[in-house]
Antibody, heavy 124, light 110 residues
Framework: EVQLVQSGAEVKKPGESLKISCKGS????????IGWVRQMPGKGLEWMGI????????RYSPSFQGQVTISADKSISTAYLQWSSLKASDTAMYYC?????????????????WGQGTLVTVSS | QSVLTQPPSASGTPGQTVTISCSGS????????VYWYHQLPGTAPKLLIY???QRPSGVPDRFSGSKSGTSASLAISGLRSEDEADYYC???????????FGGGTKLTVL
């Protein structure tokens, strides 16, 4: 069974750093791209970026380039999303999601399995 | 402001058929597949329709998708109370070189 299990909820202050995680199991972690999606309170879904754990090839949405860093450790089947300096506007639910089909990122690819989400609250 | 446009809400009574629309442009829906997700309150999105009209295993045939030009639709027939959720459309965007989503439609079963 494919599973993406994310780290728990975080409460941080503005200016603090944060790294959240997403551990994949039940499939070949290095064969599928893993993306991150933001959902702000009461709002829709926004694609942030994506990584291929096999070689750490990473792409970012222009809206999030320079704002976050995506990484992965294939030895423990885990992808990460990190911030160096959080803002109150980063308060949101963050989802990781696996992109199918295998190996491929482009037209025709889509998110098929999602993590349970990590709620990040940034408040002074 | 989401790249794909959906109505913010839809409603129907049990047994009815409800249709949710999704409008895009030539760089996304017009030249790529459309996908639909539903999100029950407090849970992660779940894939409902892929490649315009394909259902993953386990999704009932009450759910169907279609696409025409730069628009797409999700139809839910035989509406049930458990269908009450948020529904999102998505598509690859050639300009972004990434996926884009609609703003979501909240479906209420009256």
């Amino acid at each position: 069974e494919v599973q993406l299990v994310q780290s728990g909820a975080e409460v941080k202050k503005p200016g603090e750093s944060l790294k959240i995680s997403c551990k994949g199991s039940g499939y070949s972690f290095t064969s599928y791209w893993i993306g991150w999606v933001r959902q702000m309170p009461g709002k829709g879904l926004e694609w942030m970026g994506i990584i291929y754990p096999g070689d750490s090839d990473t792409r970012y949405s222009p809206s999030f380039q320079g704002q976050v860093t995506i990484s992965a450790d294939k030895s423990i089947s885990t992808a990460y999303l990190q911030w160096s300096s959080l803002k109150a506007s980063d308060t949101a639910m963050y989802y990781c999601a696996r992109m199918s089909p295998t190996y491929y990122y482009g037209s025709g690819s889509y998110f098929d399995y999602w993590g349970q989400g990590t709620l990040v609250t940034v408040s002074s | 402001q989401s790249v794909l446009t959906q109505p913010p809400s839809a409603s129907g009574t049990p047994g009815q058929t409800v249709t949710i629309s999704c409008s895009g442009s030539s760089s996304n829906i017009g030249s790529n597949y459309v996908y639909w997700y539903h999100q029950l309150p407090g849970t992660a999105p779940k894939l409902l329709i892929y490649r315009n009209n394909q259902r993953p295993s386990g999704v009932p045939d009450r759910f169907s998708g279609s696409k025409s030009g730069t628009s797409a639709s999700l139809a839910i027939s035989g509406l049930r109370s458990e269908d009450e959720a948020d529904y999102y459309c998505a598509a690859w965007d050639d300009s972004l070189s990434g996926p884009v989503f609609g703003g979501g439609t909240k479906l209420t079963v009256l």
